[in-house]
């Protein structure tokens, strides 16, 4: 799967382009706002790793429940349970013509008596296709010259539901159909007609001449066949990803994305409005994806509604001009719907994930950081650039007793390293989690020089009327440290710290609360300085937190 980079990560232009609503965490800035905190401008981006976001998955268990449950994928496993203990087939392992009617029947695509409809029959050669591809019948030949299927090993721990082997012979197929998705309908209908007519003409009679003439454009109509193809598949894997990123942000319920949206995310450049040149772009990706998604659904990858084909004859032009499947006008639910919606399901996040991973992607689970004690993980969320810290912290709670974890996460923590300011920022996030049964560890930590500030704040906040109020040398510290923690959690966010620094307390007298700000003994008390120097908008107050962010580096 290509990596790829998002034309359009906002919200605006994918709402004008498709009038439509965008799940509630569409946006990708926190994710590719990861860049910022490693010192990455914009020309950088090229250049740089592609993030994935964390998702959440099932367990292997319940994925591969699910993998069993898509219908294509059972038949499969029906068909190949029923070539037991072995089955007559033609010399291209096809079945035979007696055998295709009761394969139909077996599946329940046909009536058990009567007539078999052609479609159903065509739909059970499908499925002993796949089954032949991932090896559920091996094909042989007698003694006697007789070409047999009989079943494959893996059929037997596919059947009892092992996960291993079902989410292996799942995500075979998953690369067969999505491969054949862009073979079967993604490329038009001039460049198909060349690639069918490649080679024809070929071993026609004619003069040398003629012939040369001829090979020569049969070869360029195959390299214009295979162009449209590679620009297809890429289209699709591009596709897939703005699905798999949707996914891992939107809220639960969220997840489905109109058709047109998809598109314009895959068009429009990002802080653009969408001209009608766009649009036309937007509804030729829109017409292109829309049969490729319908083919991965039938796999269970991702739950399609496909473009309601009777919008062709309503905006057919008089003159046969192509539908305008996009335009201006808004559109409600309803009829929004018939633009096509798309949802990616937990199958498809782990066959998006698996493809990526072989491509040497970081594609990582929501919950991996947050398998070893408190440091362990307040460590890795905070050394993470690909990382939801909430989502990391909530898996880590779970299970534990409220007391035993607050505690354990406070103790980890404590410290003046580098990250110090961002653990405890952390801690505090995970104290709102575990919310009132956390309160004892924290009552026990009130007078502690580090964590002190932070623990009154949160039992103030809490409701509690008995917390005492910390001495000034408490509240400064933790002033700088709250604010340290933002700096470094913000990636140099020059807007979310200005909001920040509006906040600090700062008196009608700032030389006097800044004179008292630089002596606070904390490792990043100057860089707290310096920013509310370079960013606070009342210059007076700007002014004496430069003098005395000199101050405290003097002093260091």
């Excluded at 949707?246 to 058709?259: D, H, I, K, M, S």
């Excluded at 829109?286 to 998604?293: F, H, T």
């Excluded at 964590?451 to 408490?474: F, H, I, K, N, Y």
């Excluded at 700088?480 to 906040?503: C, H, K």
Aim: charge should be negative.
């Amino acid at each position: 799967m290509a990596g790829r980079r998002r034309k359009n990560a906002g919200a605006s232009a994918e709402e004008s382009a498709a009038e439509a609503v965008l799940p509630a965490d569409l946006e990708l800035q926190d994710l590719y706002g990861a860049f910022a905190a490693h010192g990455l401008d914009d020309e950088d981006l090229d250049d740089a790793a592609v993030l994935v976001p964390p998702v959440k998955l099932p367990t292997e268990e319940e994925l591969a429940a699910q993998a069993k449950a898509v219908p294509m994928f059972g038949y499969a496993l029906a068909l190949a349970r029923w070539a037991a203990p072995h089955r007559a087939v033609d010399e291209f392992g096809d079945l035979v013509d007696e055998d295709r009617t009761p394969a139909a029947r077996l599946l329940g695509l046909a009536p058990a008596e009567g007539e078999v409809p052609e479609d159903a029959e065509i739909e059970a050669m499908r499925a002993w296709s796949l089954a032949c591809d991932l090896d559920l019948v091996e094909i042989g030949t007698t003694a006697a010259g007789e070409h047999v299927a009989v079943p494959g090993p893996d059929l037997e721990p596919a059947e009892q539901g092992d996960p291993d082997t079902v989410l292996e012979l799942w995500l075979t197929a998953a690369g067969i159909v999505r491969e054949l998705a862009v073979e079967a309908d993604s490329l038009p209908e001039e460049e198909a007609g060349a690639a069918a007519g490649a080679g024809a003409e070929a071993g026609v009679g004619v003069e040398a001449t003629a012939a040369a003439e001829g090979a020569e454009e049969d070869e360029d109509g195959l390299n214009e066949v295979e162009e449209a193809r590679d620009a297809a598949a890429e289209l699709l894997d591009e596709a897939l990803q703005v699905l798999y990123e949707t996914t891992a942000f939107a809220e639960p319920g969220n997840e489905t994305v109109p058709l047109g949206v998809l598109a314009a995310l895959l068009v429009v450049p990002e802080g653009e409005e969408p001209s009608e040149e766009l649009l036309g772009d937007i509804t030729d990706v829109m017409v292109a994806l829309d049969p490729m998604l319908g083919d991965l659904a039938e796999l269970g990858l991702l739950e399609y509604r496909p473009i309601d084909p009777e919008l062709f004859d309503e905006e057919e032009g008089a003159e046969g001009e192509e539908p305008a499947l996009v335009g201006e006008a808004p559109l409600d639910e309803e009829e929004s719907a018939r633009f096509g919606l798309v949802r990616l399901t937990p199958l498809g996040q782990y066959g998006i994930r698996q493809w990526l991973l072989e491509d040497g992607y970081d594609a990582p689970l929501v919950g991996e950081l947050a398998q070893g004690d408190a440091a362990e993980l307040l460590r890795a969320v905070c050394e993470s650039a690909n990382v939801l810290p909430e989502e990391e912290l909530r898996v880590w709670i779970t299970a534990r007793e409220p007391v035993a974890a607050a505690r354990e996460l406070l103790a980890a923590a404590r410290g003046e390293d580098a990250y110090a300011p961002m653990r405890r920022m952390l801690a505090v996030s995970a104290l709102d989690l575990l919310g009132a049964p956390a309160e004892p560890a924290v009552r026990d930590v009130l007078d502690d020089p580090e964590l002190g500030g932070a623990a009154r704040a949160w039992l103030t906040s809490l409701g509690a009327t008995d917390v005492p109020v910390p001495e000034r040398a408490m509240a400064l510290w933790t002033v700088v440290d709250t604010f340290a923690a933002q700096l470094l959690d913000s990636g140099g966010d020059a807007g979310l710290l200005r909001e920040l620094i509006a906040d600090l307390p700062v008196t009608g007298n700032p030389a006097s609360y800044f004179g008292e700000l630089w002596r606070v003994d904390h490792p990043y008390t100057a860089d707290v300085l310096e920013a509310v120097g370079e960013l606070h908008l009342d210059r007076a107050v700007a002014k004496e937190a430069r003098k005395a962010a000199f101050k405290a580096r003097s002093k260091s």
